[in-house]
Structure formats: structure tokens, C-alpha cells
């Protein structure tokens, strides 16, 4: 028996990021993912499957293909001259490579309706995939904006503010409804959300912190990383047994 009471296992494709390293007498180049999205994704009874960024489409599709639900995951700013934006001083880590896989990855689990579970930088994707924009910078630039990106001097599982769940979303099924603690990690965020999805929770600022397709079967994207808090919160947990369940009826494994 399967640890999620399947026959087989969901198969959950996760993106993720090129990184090089300068040593004194070489370069290496290597593609990987933290950690933390592998283990969660194995916790809520998935196999996490790596794709490699820069793909011809054609590998993509064919990898695709197989998947039974995809996560996009945290990592560094998008292009902003994808949705519109400027250049900011705060803008960083940008890879072309990694926002050409992703945003055609977004796209295509919508128009298939296959399970997708975006986080952080993820939902950035999934919003401009489907034609939203991004602050550049949240709390220099939007009105009222304040800080988002707690990093270094607090652990990724510091709980730096709430936000308030919409009662009416697929989220609050997680979640449940009223004010929630989470952890934040970013200085970007949605400015404006993109029409085929609906903001499903949103931060003391008016940020929009988590956003869902209607339309879809299961599509969420959260502004936080619940993978730094799935062993202190059951809830946080349940978002990738969310996915991990949706991937399993969708590719219609059967139960054991």
C-alpha cells in the first residue's frame, strides 16, 4: 500500500533553478531545487519529479505529459519586461531560461486542467502567465505597502504576519477561514491579478497573498512557503495533500 492509500503515487513535477558557483581554479553550473519543496511534496504522499529549466518546449510537453500534478516554487524575480514593468534596483535573480519553462508550464496545467500548487515566486508566475502584473517592488512602490521580506535575521518558519482567508475560496477548505499566520519571504506581489483567477486571502497592507482558478479543478498559488511549515501546522500540510489528492483523481489512480 502507498503511504497516500493509492497504487501508485502521484508523480508531481517541480521546477526548478540554474546556479553557478565560482571556485578558485573552476565554474560549475548546476540546476536543483530546496529541499524543503522535495519533502513536503513526499510528506502529503507524492513523488517529486525535477525539470530541468531550459528545455526545448517539445521536452517540456513530453515531461508534462507523464506528470500528475506540477508545483512552481519560490526563487528569484521574474523579467518584468514579460508583464509590462519596469526595472527596479531591488529586482534580482532573473532568468530567462527559468521564466520562459515556468510560464509556459503555468499556462499549460490551465488550459489541461492539471493539479498546480504555486508558491511565492510561483504565483507571481501563474499570475503573469495568465495576463496579471507584479509590483516590483511591494513595499517601495504600492500604496501603503509594507515589508514582505523577512529574510535572514528570522527563520523560514517565522510567522511575520497574518492574512485573512476568503470563506468562500477552496482555500478556506485548508486553511479554514478567518486570520492566519504565515511566514514571508518576498518583496514582490500581485498589482494587478489576472482575469481568470479570483484573490482568495490577502495580507494587513492589502496585498493579494493567494489567488485560485474558478475554473480549474485545482489551481492555488500562495504568496508565502508553506513548505517551511508543514511539520508546526497541519493546515500548511494539507495544501500539498490538496494537490497531491487532486493529482491522483485527475490522472485517475485508483485507490488501494
Not at 571556485?23 to 519529479?49: C, F, H, N, W
Not at 534596483?89 to 527559468?98: A, D, K, L, N, Q
Not at 492566519?180 to 518583496?187: C, K, M, P, Q
Not at 489576472?194 to 500562495?222: K, M, N, Q, R, Y
Amino acid at each position: 500500500m502507498s503511504r497516500n492509500g493509492f497504487v501508485k503515487r502521484p508523480l508531481i513535477g517541480c521546477t526548478t533553478f540554474r546556479q553557478t558557483l565560482e571556485r578558485p581554479d573552476y565554474t560549475i553550473s548546476m540546476v536543483g531545487l530546496t529541499p524543503t519543496y522535495v519533502r513536503a511534496i513526499e510528506k502529503a504522499g507524492g513523488i517529486p519529479i525535477l525539470i530541468p529549466c531550459g528545455l526545448p518546449q517539445d521536452d517540456i510537453v513530453q515531461i508534462f505529459d507523464l506528470l500528475d500534478g506540477v508545483l512552481l516554487p519560490g526563487g528569484g524575480d521574474i523579467d518584468p519586461v514579460i508583464y509590462g514593468g519596469q526595472m527596479h534596483e531591488t529586482v534580482y535573480g532573473i532568468s530567462p531560461e527559468r521564466d520562459e519553462t515556468e510560464l509556459f508550464l503555468a499556462r499549460h496545467a490551465v488550459a489541461e486542467e492539471k493539479p498546480l500548487f504555486a508558491i511565492c515566486r510561483g504565483v507571481q508566475v501563474l499570475n503573469v502567465a495568465l495576463g496579471g502584473t507584479l509590483w516590483e517592488d511591494v513595499k517601495l512602490l504600492m500604496p501603503n505597502g509594507t515589508r514582505h521580506a523577512y529574510h535572514g535575521e528570522f527563520p523560514r518558519n517565522h510567522l511575520a504576519h497574518t492574512v485573512d482567508v476568503d470563506p468562500n475560496s477552496q482555500l478556506s477548505h485548508f486553511l479554514g477561514t478567518g486570520s492566519v499566520g504565515i511566514n514571508s519571504l518576498h518583496h514582490q506581489g500581485i498589482k494587478k491579478l489576472a482575469p481568470a483567477l479570483v484573490g482568495t486571502a490577502v495580507s494587513p497592507d492589502g496585498l493579494i497573498e493567494a489567488v485560485e482558478a474558478p475554473a480549474h479543478p485545482f489551481a492555488l498559488g500562495v504568496q508565502w512557503h508553506p513548505e517551511n511549515l508543514v511539520d508546526d501546522s497541519p493546515a500548511m500540510l494539507a495544501l500539498f495533500e490538496g494537490l497531491v489528492e487532486a493529482a491522483a483523481v485527475a490522472s485517475q489512480l485508483q485507490p488501494v
